[in-house]
């Protein structure tokens, strides 16, 4: 009989049944029944532990270890998020590890079975940006608490998700810059096969039918979120047969390209072409003209996603948990009025 089989038999993950039972982790008492029913039922015979030592007193039961698993943090965004939900952890007395996958997906895929296998982690908070993980996706089945955070990813009905309204964030960038009386609006998007993209694209779309605006296909660009992508994007815009006159970037990084690169092809900001980002990164509000933008509550979104998987450690019963934060416009420089 193997801990993984008391662990499927108890719901709970493995790590949580073997820390349990050396004593280093405290879970409620609901939890505590299944596993001690789990252990006499399957009859699975613990290791012995080692004697401490006659001097020593009995080592206090550990707090939980969580993994935060990241795709980089090149990106401001996924830096400030991995800060916030390393500080909101050490005040809740949580133990974080972080893993960078470097955005690929094999990467991805042996750091979430590296997790599952080990003892030493009792659950993970996921960001991932590839929309398939076989191996996450075991590690759930397998019984691990996980958080899948930011973009959705396949088969994971199984974790709890949380997220930010895209589409609705979205919608109200767009509709602000034609609101300013903008006419010809550009979509500077990230890749398409992301959750994220889909549906700031929508949003986009949406927002410019209801204010009776068309959109130009070629001005509606796919790229990753990254800086070179948003200072590539200029030969197209300002190649179109009747250029924009305002920017959605679908992220912030992105449009930090955008305001750092506009001078080389001979453009203000936001005189010739107002910008609008996502993700309110703080480096936004270091740029000439400040970065308007929809902020991203990243406060909310690590405090969640922490109770949620910290939750699923002490208690794997319940119904999977969806949350969803709305996006806040923040006005600052970036964008004015056409010809203003």
């Known amino acids: ?68 698993i990241v795709p980089d943090l090149v990106n401001p965004f996924f830096a400030e998020l991995a800060e916030e939900i390393a500080a909101t952890a050490a005040a809740g007395g949580i133990s974080l590890v972080v893993g960078v996958t470097g955005r690929q997906s094999r990467r991805e895929a042996g750091l979430s079975e590296l997790v599952a296998r080990t003892d030493a982690v009792d659950g993970m908070i996921y960001v991932g940006i590839h929309r398939r993980n076989p191996r996450l996706v075991k590690a759930i089945s397998g019984g691990l608490p996980v958080v899948v955070l930011d973009e959705e990813i396949a ?134 003209p400040k970065l308007t933008t929809l902020q991203q509550p990243v406060a909310d979104l690590a405090r969640s996603a922490l109770d949620l998987v910290q939750a699923r450690v002490e208690n794997r019963s319940g119904e999977r948990v969806t949350r969803v934060f709305p996006l806040h416009l923040v006005i600052r420089g970036s964008a004015t009025a056409p010809g203003a």
């Not at 993950?13 to 008492?29: E, F, M």
């Open 1 to 68: 009989m193997t801990l993984a089989r008391v662990a499927q038999h108890a719901h709970v993950s493995a790590s949580t049944v073997s820390r349990y039972l050396r004593g280093q982790l405290k879970v409620n008492p609901e939890t505590a029944g299944r596993i001690d029913a789990a252990v006499r039922d399957l009859g699975y015979e613990a290791p012995p532990a080692a004697a401490p030592e006659p001097a020593q007193a009995p080592a206090p039961a550990a707090s939980p270890v969580i993994a935060l």
């Open 155 to 288: 088969d994971t009905s199984q974790a709890d998700a949380i997220s930010v309204d895209n589409y609705g964030g979205a919608y109200q960038a767009t509709a602000y810059l034609a609101q300013l009386g903008h006419r010809r609006i550009a979509h500077v998007a990230g890749p398409p096969e992301l959750s994220t993209s889909r549906d700031r694209l929508r949003g986009f779309r949406d927002a410019m039918a209801h204010a009776d605006l068309p959109v130009d296909e070629t001005l509606v660009l796919h790229g990753p979120y990254t800086e070179q992508f948003g200072a590539s994007t200029f030969p197209y815009l300002t190649g179109a047969a009747e250029p924009p006159t305002a920017v959605f970037a679908g992220s912030d990084i992105v449009a930090v390209g955008m305001l750092s690169a506009a001078e080389l092809h001979g453009l203000r900001i936001p005189e010739d072409l107002s910008v609008v980002g996502c993700d309110g990164i703080r480096v936004g509000e270091w740029l000439r």
